[in-house]
């Protein structure tokens, strides 16, 4: 049986596509979004985050550690270039915080997990969603459980951001009810500072889906000094527009929820003392859709992806 990475399962999500949904948070991405707030998504690997708020200073974690890389420098200090993750130090930190994100799962467990909310789904139109990280990273352990969503008639969403091969999303096709599909930007060499790749394959593939008249909602962060300019607003709106099938766009407005989680990880977070969209100016850039004539799809998270 296929096992999967995972890092999360969240219960009664409400903003991961229509109706109440468990969101299936799977390991591994393509993309370092400067702004990613799960950046515990990224890699396809468990790794030991360290939340210092948590920390007893018990300093048992020092004696664990086989290789030294944890140390005491007026509290607790983690050489992350010297860290292999391999959870020693998690095991002994009774007050949790030192832990390891991920966990791998096979088919039946998660289903175990997903059948439990059924009766939800079934009142509210709701589903599971499969988001990340990218899950097309793990294809066969995705498409093996979209296949046993659909065998208990669990409505489906995957949540991606676009950049893999056309032949991964030909494989899933039959099984998706719902793509919530990433734009992060229309110029491809700025798409490629601010998340590490092109986005020539990200909108190829989305012109196939729409092609093949997919259900998709196109999902964009609205990053301020990165994105929300009008030559890009104005380029997205013009493509999407063209699209012959498209349920539909999200705006997502950048917010710091995840911040904290990069020096958790001994990650680097490249967005500095970035200030989110106000209110305003998510509506002006609502109307540049509309006046595309592009439906815009209101999300009650500000969540960006």
């Given at each position: 049986?296929?096992?999967?990475?995972?890092?999360?399962?969240?219960?009664?999500?409400?903003?991961?596509?229509?109706?109440?949904?468990?969101?299936?948070?799977?390991?591994?991405?393509?993309?370092?979004?400067?702004?990613?707030?799960?950046?515990?998504?990224?890699?396809?690997?468990?790794?030991?985050?360290?939340?210092?708020?948590?920390?007893?200073?018990?300093?048992?974690?020092?004696?664990?550690?086989?290789?030294?890389?944890?140390?005491?420098?007026?509290?607790?200090?983690?050489?992350?270039?010297?860290?292999?993750?391999?959870?020693?130090?998690?095991?002994?930190?009774?007050a949790g915080a030192r832990e390891i994100v991920g966990r791998e799962i096979n088919l039946d467990q998660l289903m175990i997990e997903l059948e439990r909310d059924i009766p939800f789904y079934d009142q509210?139109?709701?589903?599971?969603?499969?988001?990340?990280?990218?899950?097309?990273?793990?294809?066969?352990?995705?498409?093996?459980?979209?296949?046993?969503?659909?065998?208990?008639?669990?409505?489906?969403?995957?949540?991606?951001?676009?950049?893999?091969?056309?032949?991964?999303?030909?494989?899933?096709?039959?099984?998706?009810?719902?793509?919530?599909?990433?734009?992060?930007?229309?110029?491809?060499?700025?798409?490629?500072?601010?998340?590490?790749?092109?986005?020539?394959?990200?909108?190829?593939?989305?012109?196939?889906?729409?092609?093949?008249?997919?259900?998709?909602?196109?999902?964009?962060?609205?990053?301020?000094?990165?994105?929300?300019?009008?030559?890009?607003?104005?380029?997205?709106?013009?493509?999407?527009?063209?699209?012959?099938?498209?349920?539909?766009?999200?705006?997502?407005?950048?917010?710091?929820?995840?911040?904290?989680?990069?020096?958790?990880?001994?990650?680097?977070?490249?967005?500095?003392?970035?200030?989110?969209?106000?209110?305003?100016?998510?509506?002006?850039?609502?109307?540049?859709?509309?006046?595309?004539?592009?439906?815009?799809?209101?999300?009650?998270?500000?969540?960006?992806?």
């Amino acid at each position: 049986m296929t096992s999967g990475m995972i890092f999360d399962v969240k219960r009664y999500a409400i903003n991961d596509g229509p109706g109440i949904r468990t969101a299936v948070f799977m390991k591994g991405c393509p993309l370092r979004c400067w702004w990613c707030h799960n950046p515990e998504g990224q890699s396809v690997k468990k790794q030991l985050i360290f939340r210092i708020n948590r920390c007893k200073e018990s300093k048992a974690c020092i004696e664990a550690c086989p290789l030294g890389a944890i140390s005491w420098k007026d509290g607790t200090s983690t050489d992350w270039e010297i860290c292999d993750h391999c959870g020693k130090c998690a095991e002994i930190c009774y007050a949790g915080a030192r832990e390891i994100v991920g966990r791998e799962i096979n088919l039946d467990q998660l289903m175990i997990e997903l059948e439990r909310d059924i009766p939800f789904y079934d009142q509210s139109g709701g589903g599971v969603t499969f988001t990340g990280g990218e899950p097309l990273q793990q294809r066969k352990f995705l498409q093996e459980a979209l296949m046993a969503c659909k065998q208990q008639n669990i409505r489906t969403a995957v949540d991606t951001s676009g950049s893999t091969a056309w032949g991964n999303f030909e494989s899933i096709l039959p099984l998706t009810d719902l793509f919530l599909y990433d734009v992060k930007h229309m110029d491809a060499e700025k798409h490629r500072l601010y998340t590490t790749v092109s986005n020539g394959k990200i909108l190829n593939n989305l012109q196939k889906l729409s092609n093949v008249r997919a259900n998709i909602i196109v999902r964009i962060p609205i990053i301020p000094g990165m994105n929300d300019d009008a030559k890009n607003l104005t380029a997205c709106g013009a493509f999407l527009a063209d699209l012959p099938h498209l349920e539909g766009v999200e705006l997502m407005p950048y917010h710091e929820i995840g911040v904290a989680k990069y020096q958790a990880l001994g990650m680097l977070y490249k967005m500095g003392d970035t200030v989110p969209p106000n209110t305003q100016q998510i509506c002006e850039i609502e109307e540049l859709f509309i006046n595309y004539g592009v439906k815009v799809i209101r999300h009650s998270s500000g969540r960006t992806q």
